[in-house]
């Protein structure tokens, strides 16, 4: 099971995603994305879609039209772990230029 990140090693991750913000609340981080329409924006959950499936670890997100919020943490720790932070990094790689 994936474990939760704590103190240096939680601030360094999170130093590291400067596009996303801790959760109000709970233990996980979100980022807002915009895109030209629906056609981009469900092309980019598509790519997503198919990472999350290789990693086994999967975002919360809001999709209307052309906007697609995401909150990512791990459930199965209860929080922030190493999977959130890769796939925060798939997903800013995904969206570049967009
Ligand atoms: N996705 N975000 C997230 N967090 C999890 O803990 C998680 C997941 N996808 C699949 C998964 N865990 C599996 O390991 C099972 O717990 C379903």
Not at 15 to 23: C, G, N, P, R, Y
Not at 46 to 70: C, G, T
Request: aromatic share 10%.
């Amino acid at each position: 099971m994936a474990e939760r990140l704590q103190g240096d090693a939680r601030k360094e991750a999170l130093a590291s995603l400067t596009l996303w913000s801790e959760v109000k609340g709970r233990d996980a981080i979100a980022r807002s994305l915009k895109f030209k329409n629906f056609n981009e924006a469900w092309g980019f959950m598509s790519r997503i879609a198919m990472q999350a499936e290789l990693m086994d670890h999967h975002p919360e997100w809001f999709n209307v039209y052309s906007k697609v919020n995401i909150t990512l943490s791990t459930h199965d720790c209860g929080g922030l772990s190493v999977k959130d932070i890769e796939l925060a990094k798939f997903i800013d790689n995904a969206a570049v230029g967009k």
